[in-house]
Nanobody, 127 residues
Framework: QVHLVESGGGLVQAGDSLRLSCAAS??????????MGWFRQTPGKEREFVAAISTSGGSTYYADSVKGRFTISRDNTKNTVFLQMNSLKPEDTAIYYC??????????????????WGQGTQVTVSS
C-alpha cells in the first residue's frame, strides 16, 4: 500500500506563490522507483494534469497552462515531491492531487494511467 499526503495549500492572492509538498510512504514502497505527478480538479470537471517528474528527477513535463510558472521537483532522500507555484492566477484555483506510478513517459498526462493518489489539498487564488 502506498500513502501520499499533500500539504501546503491555502488561500492566496493573484500573483502570489505557494509550494505544495507530497510525502510518500509505504511498507514496500520505494519512492525513487516511482514517477510522481500533480493533477488538479475543480467541481464538475475532470481531473487535469499539471506536471510530472521522472524517478530520478531528470525529466519533467508540464501542462501548457502552467509552463513557466510551476516547477515540479523531488527529494528522493525524503520521499517527497514538490510543486512550486508562482504567479498564481484565479484559474489555478482547484484541489491539487499528488499521484504516483511505476513508470514515466507515455500516458503521464492521463489521470487513469496513475496508480496511487493522495487526498488532495485546496488551493484558492483570489483576484
Amino acid at each position: 500500500q502506498v500513502h501520499l499526503v499533500e500539504s501546503g495549500g491555502g488561500l492566496v492572492q493573484a500573483g502570489d506563490s505557494l509550494r505544495l509538498s507530497c510525502a510518500a510512504s509505504g511498507r514496500t514502497f520505494i519512492f525513487s522507483s516511482y514517477a510522481m505527478g500533480w493533477f488538479r480538479q475543480t467541481p464538475g470537471k475532470e481531473r487535469e494534469f499539471v506536471a510530472a517528474i521522472s524517478t530520478s528527477g531528470g525529466s519533467t513535463y508540464y501542462a501548457d497552462s502552467v509552463k513557466g510558472r510551476f516547477t515540479i521537483s523531488r527529494d528522493n532522500t525524503k520521499n517527497t515531491v514538490f510543486l512550486q507555484m508562482n504567479s498564481l492566477k484565479p484559474e489555478d484555483t482547484a484541489i491539487y492531487y499528488c499521484a504516483a506510478r511505476d513508470s514515466y513517459g507515455i500516458g503521464v498526462s492521463i489521470a487513469s494511467a496513475w496508480d496511487y493518489w493522495g487526498q488532495g489539498t485546496q488551493v484558492t487564488v483570489s483576484s
